[in-house]
């Protein structure tokens, strides 16, 4: 199995800040990573495709990077709306792998 | 537009069946490169996949569920049924489905997911 390890576990940050969280993958995945965000009690929410790739009405703010092994989540300007729990997950080899999730918090 | 739910037991006793079933609109099973996936997250913790069945019946499991698990559709209901043999307690989660289209720029990533339903193994 692939392996996808997030980092950092936790992360506290202010609105405005730039907030970046890395996942990595024990092989090579090419670009086939998706990000997605969860809020407590909620379905998770696609961010990002193919590594880099916005989804549909996801804000600007958002962007992913990366291929191979190392990929980065970037948020430009934390809003209040973005604290919530981050996943990576790649879909390059069954069976589909996540990472264990970054819990963006309030400073 | 595509919406999916969950359905089925909140309580299941160990080792039980629990079959839970996925119904959705806004597309059909049927159209190439259209799969449902199903995911569950124990609480607390993090996102687990491990079933998939596509457009063509090509069904792909976790290996460590894998014996446990079986995944059909019923195309004309629009249904995705999951069952999963023996249960025990650590397999109590909130149990997602979700839906992705091979062929579209997404690719295998789930696009949109149900509510999910929470199970809860006890006795």
């Known amino acids: 199995d692939i392996q996808m390890t997030q980092s950092p576990s936790t992360l506290s940050a202010s609105v405005g800040d730039r907030v970046t969280i890395t996942c990595r993958a024990s092989?090579?995945?090419?670009?086939?990573l998706a990000w997605y965000q969860q809020k407590p009690g909620k379905a998770p929410k696609l961010l990002i495709y193919?590594?880099?790739s916005l989804e549909s009405g996801v804000p600007s703010r958002f962007s992913g990077s990366g291929s191979g092994t190392e990929f980065t989540l970037t948020i430009s300007s934390l809003q209040p709306d973005d604290f919530a729990t981050y996943y990576c997950?790649?879909?390059?080899?069954?069976?589909?792998?996540f990472g264990q999730g970054t819990k963006v918090e309030i400073k | 537009q595509i919406t999916l739910k969950e359905s089925g037991p909140t309580l299941v006793k160990p080792t039980q069946t629990l079959t839970l079933t996925c119904t959705f609109s806004?597309?059909?099973?049927?159209?190439?490169?259209?799969?449902v996936g199903w995911i569950r997250q124990p609480p607390g913790e993090a996102l687990e996949w491990f079933a998939l069945?596509?457009?063509?019946?090509?069904?792909r499991y976790s290996p460590s569920l894998k014996s446990r698990l079986t995944i059909t559709k019923d195309t004309s209901k629009n249904q995705v049924v999951l069952t999963m043999t023996n249960m025990d307690p650590v397999d109590t989660a909130t149990y997602y489905c979700?839906?992705?289209?091979?062929?579209?720029?997404?690719?295998?990533?789930?696009?949109?997911w149900g509510q999910g339903t929470m199970v809860t193994v006890s006795s």
């Open positions: 806004g597309f059909s099973l049927s159209t190439s490169g259209v799969g």
């Open positions: 092989q090579s995945i090419s670009s086939w």
């Open positions: 193919k590594a880099s």
């Open positions: 979700a839906h992705l289209s091979k062929w579209s720029s997404r690719g295998d990533s789930f696009d949109f």
């Open positions: 997950q790649q879909y390059s080899t069954y069976p589909r792998t």
């Open positions: 069945i596509f457009w063509d019946d090509d069904k």
